[in-house]
């Protein structure tokens, strides 16, 4: 059986565990090849209130192009951290130019948390990535980037399936097929929405594990992006990815870890080694 390849397009932040610091040792333990197209090379993540940001932009293509030459094939695209507005369009021909029939495209709209933009996104960011989605095959916000894709007011609504649905309606309406709404805080419990593309839609829910650790999102999205493409079912994946989650940030807490750190992934990769 041949390996199969994810190409990851995510920025390069050497501290704070997030991106593709992340996504390639937790693609690798699920035994596909990861090959990283940086976005922005970072100290640390933005979470910060210090950090050093080189803007990838102008050598994206070049940089894509010599995997052209290579004549490299994907089984998966999977996009993360967009450092400029310029860059959607560079992931918009990236996937025109790699994506064959089977490829698997995993968007995570990375803009912000906790009802709070990231510091290096803006108004024009949040609106061009929405051209993303009538490319993807799955899509993973969490709330607060559902919401500002769906271009309505955050607020943490609970877990009400009723405003769910509607807020993954909209993304639907952008041309979304597979969404996975993450990180819905509800009382003790921590919730992730559903939406199939067969139309079938389910809350999943497990006790929230500890603090929010900065980085949780994209170690979801690399397990879900690893399982896409190795064919795992996307509900069966999605409670596999909130699971080692919760694991990790149960395990970061007890570490005395500090949220902004992000969560120590790294002592439960074993987990996902099957
Ligand atoms: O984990 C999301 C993320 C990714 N990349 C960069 C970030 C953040 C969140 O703060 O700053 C550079």
Known sequence: MKQKMIAVINDFSGFGRCSLMVSVPIISAM????????????????????????????????????????GLHFDGIYTGFLGSVRQVAIVEDFIKEFAEKD?????????????????????????????????????????????????IEYREPGADVEELRAIARKLRHHGASDIVITGINDGNDICDFV???NG????????????????????????????????????????????????????????GIPPQDGVCFEEMLGELVG
């Open 103 to 151: 490829t698997r495209i995993i968007v995570d709209p990375v803009m912000g948390d906790n009802g709070r933009r990231y510091a290096t996104i803006g108004d024009n960011l949040c609106r061009e990535i929405r051209k993303l989605l009538p490319l993807s095959s799955i899509i993973t916000p969490n709330l607060t980037e559902a919401c500002l894709l769906a271009g």
């Open 200 to 255: 079938r839609c389910e809350l999943m829910r497990q006790p929230s594990s500890g603090k929010a650790h900065a980085g949780t999102g994209d170690v979801f999205a690399s397990i879900i992006a690893a399982d896409a493409v190795n064919g795992v079912s996307f509900p069966q994946s999605v409670r596999r990815a909130a699971g080692f989650v919760g694991k990790s940030i149960a395990l970061s807490d007890e570490l």
């Open 31 to 70: 035994k596909i090849q990861c090959c990283g197209l940086p976005t922005a090379i970072l100290s640390n993540h933005t979470g910060y209130p210090e950090f050093f940001f080189d803007d990838y932009t102008e050598k994206m293509r070049e940089y894509y192009m010599n995997w052209k030459k290579l």
């Open 195 to 197: 939406w199939q593309e």
